[in-house]
């Protein structure tokens, strides 16, 4: 939790937030994550002044552990004075310890971006999800939680401005942008009408740029003509000296380079598993794993 200092912007948790993507695909596939929709709604996480403290948070849980599908797990939440927002005791169950930082007590509306990240904790512990390290542990856990539809909330729980600022979560504003507008984009969804928060708002729009720059990446037909051009460059290179290419680009060329046996690889923009098709023009591909259909020009 960061409040009053300095917010970290961009993407430098990128790379990890993609195979998080990939990972999840992998683990529950694309059954599993259609099943996540749509995303918790505002009215079932809503906190108000006059609500009990403990017996709202109660409530919010339940509706998060019901929208993650954990239908056989108790959540008992108390709180008190600690340096992080939350944290959460991972046992066999049914039940699960939460703990919320004290400054949730007057701080209600956040209680469910909290309680959010800890529940989806659990959600990976029972799947048996899990990236090495703490650190990208929680970034896996956070993007987790964005993509199966909860954590809009901890984006919205982001504030800035001139005096303070407020951030949960191990992503940054951007990143949180980036996973909720694939989910966005892969569910149809628009969650822009629920942000409290401007800056949210904005970090959001920034995420959807990015995620919609992904699906203009060669070899996809709706790359630019840049993109194009450099491709083309690139895959004639290739052509020329039997299939080795050297390139900073998302996509590589494999094979042996002669007619017919050239390949070209690269991300699916849904879900970031790494795909192969042969380079000969107009092909349309399927992701195995998330089940897009990619049209191409190869």
């Not at 990236?131 to 896996?140: H, P, S, W």
């Not at 199966?148 to 982001?158: H, I, P, T």
């Not at 996809?220 to 690139?234: N, S």
Request: a positive charge; one cysteine or more; proline letters at 4%.
């Amino acid at each position: 939790m960061t409040s009053g200092s300095a917010v970290v912007h961009g993407y430098p948790h990128l790379t990890t937030v993609r195979s998080a993507l990939t990972a999840l695909h992998k683990r529950i596939g694309h059954d599993g994550v259609r099943s996540y929709a749509p995303s918790v709604f505002p009215v079932d996480v809503a906190f108000s002044d006059q609500d009990d403290l403990h017996l709202g948070t109660q409530r919010v849980a339940r509706a998060l552990v019901q929208h993650l599908r954990l239908p056989d797990a108790r959540m008992i939440v108390s709180f008190r004075e600690m340096e992080h927002a939350a944290s959460v005791e991972l046992a066999a169950g049914p039940e699960y310890f939460i703990e919320l930082n004290a400054r949730f007590r007057t701080h209600r509306n956040d209680i469910g971006a909290a309680l959010a990240h800890e529940i989806t904790h659990v959600l990976l512990h029972r799947l048996g999800l899990a990236f090495a390290g703490t650190r990208d542990n929680e970034i896996l856990t956070d993007t987790v939680t964005t993509y199966l539809g909860a954590g809009w909330l901890l984006l919205d729980a982001f504030r800035e401005d001139g005096a303070s600022s407020q951030k949960l979560g191990y992503l940054t504003p951007e990143e949180f942008g980036y996973v909720l507008a694939k989910r966005a984009i892969a569910f149809g969804e628009d969650p822009a009408p629920w942000f409290t928060s401007a800056q949210a708002y904005t970090a959001y729009t920034k995420g959807l740029a990015l995620a919609r720059r992904d699906e203009q990446q060669p070899p996809l037909v709706a790359a630019g003509w840049a993109g194009r051009r450099r491709y083309a460059k690139e895959r004639r290179y290739a052509r020329e000296n039997g299939g080795r290419h050297e390139s900073a680009s998302t996509y590589a060329f494999e094979g042996s380079g002669g007619a017919g046996q050239l390949r070209v690889s690269f991300d699916c923009p849904t879900c970031h598993q790494r795909i192969r098709v042969p380079v000969r023009g107009r092909v349309r591909a399927r992701c195995a794993l998330c089940r897009t259909i990619l049209e191409c020009d190869t």
